[in-house]
């Protein structure tokens, strides 16, 4: 038996790729921190270790969402409360407007009760942009429709015409649906008539909710979810979609609602208006014209319910006040969740820096120390050229 420089080096070879495996090994683990790379180095560790990750990940994936769903309620929020402070709790609101051209000082000329029907007018609109905030690309009070714009709202001040219309695209559907609403007086009471649109789609629009799992409540129980969605015309009736799925609204208390909401009653004070200047042009009273009589009567109705119209509107900024703080709250107690599986995952996981750091040098060294060695070895023999 002979032994040749060749064989001699093939298992020069593979000794030095193992010494260079184990510092690439202790490379990778001074810059993961991870002690382990396969199951087979801590099959007890390393396994643990995935479990870790998966609700570390899952942990995270809830922490983003509920950042985006923090930031769309808080969009609900602001819209909730413009519509109140242009009712009720604002500069110039519709109340101080219709308390003001009540006063008979204040009613007797055209032009004045034409500038206070204007500016209603110009409330009433921001009311509906206010319905159609959003939040990045998304219309907050769409529901579960969240790129179609939802609300738009007409006035002809010669027909003394007034519609109001919702737009929704039902999840399945290629087009949008429309709900045309208008508003009409029957029997001295206001409502808002659904005149367009299918009044059981309306039900189904309204009942729509986004409950996600973000760490409130059980995956298990979608009841115990939070509903991150509020429909516009939730917001305006006050009927959450709890109670219309119960079965508890009807079509008709919608349309009375909607003809009660900030909309509505700005809407009933702004054709009284007209109907009271087209008497003050003409002296006459008809279809279209009131006296002054009816007219302090109508808008003595509508400022009775305001106030009741007010609070409803606070109800509903309060719920999304609350479920913001819970959204905070549960943000809390994400992030203290991952602080403390972060380190769990150390104390399993985790490689000690100064160990490996060690490690890696002792690997380094033996490494260079295997090159330098190669020297003596890489000479020809006449042994290599013999058959």
């Given amino acids: 038996m002979r032994?040749?420089?060749?064989?001699?080096?093939?298992?020069?070879?593979?000794?030095?790729?193992?010494v260079h495996s184990q510092l690439n090994k202790s490379m990778n683990k001074v810059s993961s921190g991870a002690a382990y790379e396969a199951a087979a180095d801590n099959p007890l560790a390393y396994y643990s270790g995935k479990r870790m990750d998966t609700e570390y990940q899952d942990v995270l994936s809830k922490k983003e969402l509920l950042g985006d769903i923090q930031k769309r309620l808080y969009q609900q929020e602001l819209g909730a409360r413009s519509l109140q402070q242009l009712l009720d709790t604002g500069e110039s609101n519709v109340?101080?407007?219709?308390?003001?051209?009540?006063?008979?000082?204040?009613?007797?000329?055209?032009?004045?009760?034409?500038t206070v029907r204007d500016d209603l007018i110009q409330k009433q609109q921001s009311m509906v942009n206010s319905l159609n905030g959003k939040y990045e690309n998304f219309y907050v009070y769409g529901g579960n429709d969240l790129s179609t714009t939802p609300f738009s709202l007409t006035y002809d001040t010669d027909t003394n015409e007034?519609?109001?219309?919702?737009?929704?695209?039902?999840?399945?559907?290629s087009t949008a649906t429309e709900f045309e609403f208008k508003l009409q007086e029957q029997n001295g009471s206001y409502t808002f008539a659904l005149t367009s649109g299918n009044g059981d789609k309306l039900m189904e629009a309204m009942s729509e909710q986004g409950r996600?799992?973000?760490?409130?409540?059980?995956?298990?129980?979608?009841?115990?979810l939070m509903d991150t969605y509020t429909g516009g015309i939730n917001l305006l009736t006050g009927f959450t979609s709890d109670a219309v799925r119960k079965g508890q609204v009807t079509q008709a208390d919608v349309e009375k609602a909607l003809a009660d909401s900030a909309i509505g009653l700005t809407g009933q004070s702004i054709v009284t208006m007209n109907k009271y200047?087209?008497?003050?042009?003409?002296?006459?009273?008809?279809?279209?014209s009131i006296n002054k009589d009816e007219f302090s009567q109508k808008l003595g109705v509508a400022l009775d319910?305001?106030?009741?119209?007010?609070?409803?509107?606070?109800?509903?900024?309060?719920?999304?006040?609350?479920?913001?703080?819970?959204?905070?709250t549960t943000a809390d107690r994400l992030t203290d969740q991952k602080i403390s599986l972060e380190d769990q995952y150390r104390e399993k996981m985790g490689a000690d820096p100064y160990e490996a750091i060690m490690e890696m040098f002792s690997y380094q060294q033996s490494y260079m120390a295997s090159l330098r060695v190669s020297s003596s070895i890489m000479g020809t023999s006449l042994f290599d050229f013999m058959r």
Wanted: proline residues 1%.
């Fill in 3 to 18: 032994v040749t420089n060749s064989t001699l080096y093939r298992k020069y070879t593979t000794s030095v790729n193992n």
């Fill in 95 to 114: 109340r101080s407007q219709i308390s003001y051209i009540l006063n008979t000082t204040n009613n007797e000329i055209p032009t004045t009760v034409s």
């Fill in 162 to 173: 007034m519609t109001f219309k919702y737009t929704h695209k039902f999840s399945g559907d």
């Fill in 212 to 224: 996600v799992d973000i760490g409130y409540g059980s995956i298990h129980d979608s009841n115990t």
């Fill in 277 to 288: 200047i087209n008497y003050l042009d003409s002296g006459t009273v008809g279809s279209d």
């Fill in 305 to 328: 319910k305001i106030e009741r119209t007010s609070n409803k509107l606070g109800a509903v900024y309060s719920d999304l006040g609350n479920k913001y703080n819970l959204l905070e």
